[in-house]
């Protein structure tokens, strides 16, 4: 009973709040004829670059802590898309859903899922450690979901070099030159980014639910299901066998492991629509893991 209880008041205070917004983005998008690529587009360029840089140019972490996490979650995320791999192999799935199963395994919604959940379960001191997650495994999402993504239609991997145009990573050099040299970031600077960040995570989880709400056909069937188990299920299972290995422990164990446990990626139907990779079933599959993971992350949240 004592467990039931801890998963009711994990599920309520951590998980309901962030559902609650992207509810609110699902039933208020169509009605007041939101555009959710407007929306997307604000947070790619202005909001998650200024977070990013308010973050990272401040943060206090040890240069070898860092070395640690970011081997980490590089192998980790290696380990997610080789499963994904071999699972629609397994199945003798054709090229393209083989490929599709990699990118929805391997791009996790680490933005606007991940930092909120982490922050209302661990507090302010998670954040940082969840940021330098968040954009480790943008960068390595983008790269291997690219290079697949091109390998599925034959095409170059020349799109993989795009990665380096993200706003998130071009605005994590300035924050790595202000942290690293320990200048001080001037207080405009610091107080601008500061108010644009805090908008990130409230506007990028009403734009997920606007995104949902325009999906025009919702048809679950075995891969769909299978694809977001590996993503759901696969991804923390691996992080957690994983971890030890690279002497992670407390919020930097933690927080890792939760990240690789977030539902699939809005990022990852943009590039299956990019390359034509099944976007309808990426797409069902990103709002059926994001569903679906209500019931995995609660109890995850519980017990790491």
Not at 16 to 30: A, D
Not at 174 to 191: G, Y
Not at 225 to 239: E, M, W, Y
């Amino acid at each position: 009973m004592e467990n039931i209880g801890g998963i009711f008041l994990v599920f309520l205070n951590v998980v309901t709040p962030v559902f609650i917004l992207v509810v609110i983005g699902y039933f208020v998008g169509p009605r007041l004829k939101i555009d959710a690529r407007s929306l997307s587009r604000t947070a790619y360029f202005v909001f998650i670059p200024a977070f990013v840089f308010n973050i990272i140019s401040e943060a206090k972490i040890d240069s070898e802590l860092a070395l640690q996490m970011l081997s980490f979650i590089l192998v980790a995320q290696i380990a997610v898309a080789l499963l994904g791999f071999l699972v629609g192999k397994a199945l003798r799935q054709s090229r393209e859903i083989t490929a599709a199963f990699v990118l929805i395994a391997t791009f996790g919604n680490v933005g606007n899922f991940g930092l909120p959940l982490i922050v209302f379960r661990w507090g302010e001191t998670a954040r940082t450690f969840a940021t330098v997650y968040f954009v480790a495994t943008v960068f390595i999402s983008f790269v291997i979901c690219v290079g697949v993504a091109s390998w599925a239609r034959s095409g170059g991997v020349t799109a993989v070099f795009s990665v380096f145009k993200t706003p998130a990573l071009i605005a994590l050099i300035p924050a790595l030159v202000f942290n690293i040299t320990d200048v001080e970031v001037p207080i405009f600077l610091s107080r601008l980014s500061g108010l644009l960040g805090q908008a990130m995570i409230p506007v990028m989880l009403i734009t997920l639910g606007v995104q949902m709400g325009e999906i025009p056909k919702i048809k679950i069937n075995f891969n769909v299901f299978a694809a977001s188990t590996v993503r759901l299920i696969g991804g923390p299972v691996l992080a957690l066998l994983i971890v030890p290995y690279f002497g992670l422990e407390g919020l930097e164990r933690s927080t890792g492991i939760l990240q690789a446990a977030m539902p699939a990626a809005v990022l990852a139907s943009i590039i299956a629509l990019e390359y034509k990779l099944l976007p309808e079933f990426v797409t069902t599959t990103v709002l059926f893991s994001t569903l679906y993971s209500i019931l995995t992350l609660t109890v995850i949240l519980t017990f790491i």
